[in-house]
């Protein structure tokens, strides 16, 4: 079963950048499509972004777009999120999921494989 571990989370201030990577343990069926999620407390985990492999674009939520860029090294198995102009609405625990779909889907129940987290905090 795919491994996946995210890192490069951390505390910034309003309108800096970060860059957010997640490692999958290995390149198979089970991460053609690979995916970032947030979650904020109280809140319920939404959709961020996602790409498929070999894409060189990716899918966005309106609330990104223009902000952030997915990208894939599909060498390396690694899914990168680059985050700029971040705002404290970015806040939250950022989490990497993988699927076997050659379709991307924006719901969290559509995937099975889920990295730990890693927390962006911007503040104000």
């Known amino acids: 079963q795919v491994r996946l571990v995210e890192s490069g989370g951390g505390l910034v201030q309003a309108g800096d950048s970060l860059r957010l990577s997640c490692v999958a343990s290995?390149?198979?069926?089970?991460?053609?499509?690979m995916a970032w999620f947030r979650q904020a407390p109280g809140k319920e985990r939404e959709f961020v972004a996602a790409?498929?492999?070999?894409?060189?674009?990716?899918v966005y939520a309106d609330s990104v777009k223009g902000r952030f860029t997915a990208s894939r090294d599909d060498a390396a198995n690694t899914v990168y999120l680059q985050m700029n102009s971040l705002k404290p609405e970015d806040t939250a625990v950022y989490y990497c999921?993988?699927?076997?779909?050659?379709?991307?889907?924006?719901?969290?129940?559509?995937?099975?494989?889920w990295g730990q987290g890693t927390q962006v905090t911007v503040s104000s």
């Open positions: 290995e390149r198979t069926g089970r991460n053609n499509v």
């Open positions: 999921a993988a699927d076997g779909s050659l379709v991307v889907y924006t719901t969290p129940a559509h995937y099975d494989a």
């Open positions: 790409i498929r492999r070999g894409d060189r674009n990716a």
